[in-house]
């Protein structure tokens, strides 16, 4: 979440042999309420691709532990084989740009610091290694893609082809330049009652993607989106967040075979295409629910 996915997911969407999602985010596996609707249910997300098509989705709710204790099991009792992609910026930033997002859309309404003691998820979904263990004990590495927001944004199209590389596919993915950046965290749209009620409406929905091009879509987007930037860390919180962090991702450093901390984040994620290196589990180890 807050890691570039939608954009990834756009110019997934753009190649050749790929097809993703409509809505982007299913969450079929994670969410009770929608696992209840059924595999036909998912599989209407795919209708519309062909026979030789990789299909694709980007469920942000698939690496929420706690919230969502059952999406592995799930997965892995439908899908024996799939390519997990996991992009990981540095947790601060994520964590900041989450609280915004919840701040825009209504669901936080208190300031930082007391927002992360009211929801500790802002700082679960920030643990990488917590979040990716349990894909990598059922799936292996060899299935789990593991990329840097640096640089996903610095190095766009050599990430994609990296990307393309992992799932197999014949010809290079390219980066289409041409696309904006996606759902960018300081422009979401602010609550609106009654805007949500008629985009979600079924009948107005189909509508809205048959009738409307897509730009004007966006220009219709553009009327409710909130500009603001992410608020600052007090120090005490950000030496707090710190040691909190540091300890999740001094152990997914081990697996990737670098030295990771908060402080020297964004120097290793600019600068080296993680790979898994030194992969270890311990069998004892439990998560916290």
């Known amino acids: 979440m807050k890691s570039a996915t939608t954009t990834l997911h756009e110019q997934l969407a753009r190649q050749c042999g790929v097809f993703m999602s409509r809505p982007k985010e299913p969450n079929f596996f994670s969410d009770d309420e929608n696992y209840a609707k059924g595999f036909g249910w998912y599989a209407s997300f795919f209708a519309g691709a062909g026979e030789d098509l990789l299909l694709g989705e ?18 892995v009792g439908a899908l024996s084989r799939v390519k997990l992609i996991y992009v990981m910026r540095h947790p601060i930033d994520r ?55 640096d640089r996903l944004v610095q190095r766009p199209a050599q990430e994609l082809q990296r990307l393309g590389r ?49 730009h004007w879509a966006e220009g219709l987007k553009s009327l409710w989106k909130v500009r603001r930037d992410p608020p600052p860390v007090p120090s005490g919180l950000s030496d707090r967040l710190r040691e909190l962090f540091d300890r999740d991702l001094a152990r997914l450093g081990s697996w990737l075979g670098v030295s990771l901390d908060c402080d020297s984040f ?7 295409p993680p790979s898994w290196r030194q992969f270890n589990l311990d069998p004892c180890r439990h998560h916290r629910r």
């Open 58 to 75: 980007s469920s942000t709710h698939y690496t929420k532990l706690p919230t969502y204790p059952h999406t592995v099991e799930r997965m």
């Open 266 to 272: 964004h120097e290793v994620a600019g600068t080296h």
């Open 166 to 214: 992992f799932l197999g596919l014949q010809e290079p993915l390219r980066w289409d330049h041409a696309l904006k950046p996606q759902n960018v965290g300081r422009e979401r749209m602010g609550s609106s009652p009654l805007r949500d009620a008629l985009v979600r409406a079924p009948v107005l929905s189909a509508l809205r993607r048959t009738l409307i091009p897509r």
């Open 95 to 149: 964590l900041t740009s989450h609280y915004l997002h919840e701040v825009t859309v209504g669901r936080i309404s208190v300031g930082l610091e007391e927002a992360i003691e009211r929801h500790p998820e802002l700082v679960d979904y920030g643990r990488y290694s917590m979040q990716l263990e349990p894909y990598l004990r059922v799936y292996g590495p060899q299935s789990v893609l593991p990329l840097f927001f």
